[in-house]
């Protein structure tokens, strides 16, 4: 039987995980532990180690993870800017999941627009207080406006259809556009000046590095809405709030952080924040937060466990694979 270790275990991995994994043939170490370079060290006398987006896959842990003999990476994740490729080299494989659920992700940046659009989180609070004034609760109509998406893989793509089913029309941005029925393709910046609603399904690359920025603030509808479920960083969360409080930006639903691998997936409830950017942000009340979570369904988990331990069954194999990133 084959064996692998995973870090930064949560009781909904292991649901699926436990219950394929005998079907591959693959034997888990569950840690609590996120990846990074003092924690690598549990993962001796293992080939191949599980990670996700919140471990910290730099330098330092590649040559850990080298030395006690790691040989594959494969992340329960379609992302991996948290890995450093370069110093994996030839000796490490680096695997990933590319497409688990796009509904799961599309239909929760949905849900954060519709939330924000018709201040549903601040009604419920309200209603719980047996408040049923309707003061500061206008939305608007989605039907006829212009929704910007910018990635048109297949969660954008997912999330254009949502669109589409609303009566909105639907602009769109991709480095590699390919046609689809409904979308017009612009350039990003016209994007950005056209769209009443902006939202971002691109990965985080150092040419999308924050694609939001001051100046892209600044030629944006006043009062257009954000959202972003794909990579904390591909908005400059300054210039964000700064758009906020201006009026620029009337509201943001954000699933995502770019400073959010040491407090996402954690509970601090009992705790003084020490993030104040994150303070800020999260006390505005046109600005929504998940935490991360866009990808949580039944579905995408599944299919996340399956395609992961497909991955490793290759690795130990010596099969080719689709999903080898390197």
């Excluded at 989180?121 to 910018?150: C, M, P, Q, W």
Aim: glycine share 6%; aromatic share 10%; charged share 25%.
């Amino acid at each position: 039987m084959y064996k692998a270790a995973f870090f930064d275990t949560k009781p909904y991995d292991r649901k699926w995980f436990d219950a394929l994994k005998d079907k591959y043939g693959i034997k888990i170490k569950y840690l609590e532990n996120r990846l990074n370079s003092d924690t690598a060290v549990l993962a001796s006398g293992y080939e191949a180690v599980v990670a996700f987006v919140s471990d910290t896959i730099d330098k330092d842990t590649v040559a850990e993870l080298k030395r006690i003999g790691v040989k594959a990476i494969a992340m329960r994740c379609a992302g991996f800017n948290n890995v450093d490729l370069k110093a994996c080299g030839d000796d490490i494989k680096v695997y990933r999941v590319p497409a688990y659920s796009p509904a799961s992700v599309a239909e929760h940046a949905m849900a954060l627009l519709l939330t924000l659009n018709r201040k549903i989180h601040r009604a419920y609070n309200r209603t719980r207080e047996f408040n049923f004034s309707l003061k500061g609760l206008i939305g608007f109509d989605l039907k006829g406006k212009t929704v910007g998406v910018v990635g048109m893989g297949k969660i954008g793509q997912c999330f254009v259809d949502i669109c589409l089913g609303f009566g909105m029309k639907v602009i769109a941005y991709d480095l590699y556009p390919t046609e689809y029925k409904g979308v017009e393709y612009v350039s990003i910046d016209e994007l950005f000046r056209r769209s009443d609603v902006i939202s971002l399904h691109c990965p985080l690359t150092s040419d999308t590095y924050h694609i939001m920025d001051k100046e892209a603030f600044s030629i944006m509808k006043d009062g257009v809405y954000v959202i972003n479920t794909s990579r904390g960083a591909l908005i400059d969360s300054e210039a964000l709030l700064e758009a906020i409080k201006s009026g620029k930006v009337g509201g943001a639903g954000l699933d995502v952080y770019e400073e959010e691998t040491d407090l996402f997936y954690e509970d601090f409830s009992d705790q003084v924040l020490q993030d104040d950017m994150l303070n800020m942000l999260s006390s505005q009340p046109n600005v929504l937060i998940t935490s991360h979570q866009a990808f949580l369904t039944n579905e995408a988990l599944e299919a996340i466990a399956e395609t992961t331990l497909e991955n490793l069954k290759c690795y130990f194999e010596g099969c080719d694979s689709k999903n080898l990133i390197k």
